[in-house]
């Protein structure tokens, strides 16, 4: 198994919005194969990290690659968003920095099986957390046409979504939508896709909506941040990477909103006036880093 193949993006941007060289405690809520925790461990010795994902197989590679350091790391297979409301799970009084780092990683799209990839034929599957029941399948199959469009307008921010919907809801009923490679196909007929230099294959929003729809991804990511941000002590630093607009646009408010405060009191001081992004380099070294985007902030 291939687990340290994964690049985690903007390292080095991230280290130093977090201030990472702090001694304390630093929370990942997506720790994934855990890059950037590793890179906190190894430079400060003085670190712990409280990590958390819902992919049990990220997790498993995440604990072989931070072996050397698992006096200095607690992993939970959880959903970010509810560690508040699990009492006494994270010293907040000890925390002194939060990095969110929201993408899907090499790991789960080069894995056929998982379904993430419509440049790999597997099954219609997408779940972060296997045993959850809602697979892309099961909404494929099940969700009435004008839902389909919805959630492709809203999270592909696709055109022609009622014509897409009513392409899977026919073919559905034919039995000729099993795999990845058949939607796929669909979606090239539905959008006459001739591929052309910078344009996206319209197949990859498709997948990033059912991926969101099936994990519930964008669901009180913005609560989170709020309520988070109300738990954190001041100087704990926040980072967010997102990867597509939808998400950014929910931290940016998010930030914006905590910077306003209560009453004229900010609660954060906002680090990157605009999202910080992947140098050439990196983007070259890694190409599926080209859409990253990192806010920060500070609780104040």
Known sequence: ??????????????????QASRPGLYIDC???????????????????????????LSLRAAARRLAEYQDRVKLFQLDFREMLDVEE???????KGVLADLGISSFQLDNPERGFSFNLEGPLDMRMDTRQKTTAEKILMTYPEARLAEIFKKYGELHHTRLLARKIASQRKLGLL???????KLVEEVYRWVPQKNHLHPAARVFQALRIEVNQELKNLDVFL???VRKCLPGTRLVVISFHSLEDRLV??????????????PLVKILTRKPVQPSPEEIEANSRSHSAKLRAAERI
Not at 1 to 18: S, W
Not at 178 to 184: G, R, Y
Request: a negative charge; glycine letters at 10%; proline letters at 4%.
């Open 30 to 56: 997506t720790i994934g194969l855990g890059g950037h925790a590793l890179e906190i461990l190894r430079r400060n010795p003085g670190a712990r990290i409280i990590g958390f994902d819902l992919d049990e």
């Open 226 to 228: 709020d309520r988070l």
């Open 89 to 95: 799970l994270v010293p907040f009084e000890e925390v």
């Open 178 to 184: 099993k795999n990845t490679t058949d939607l796929k």
């Open 252 to 265: 940016k408010k998010a930030f914006q909103s905590l910077a306003s405060g209560e009453n004229g009191q």
């Open 1 to 18: 198994m291939k687990d340290y193949g994964h690049r985690p993006v903007l390292v080095e941007e991230a280290l130093a919005f977090l």
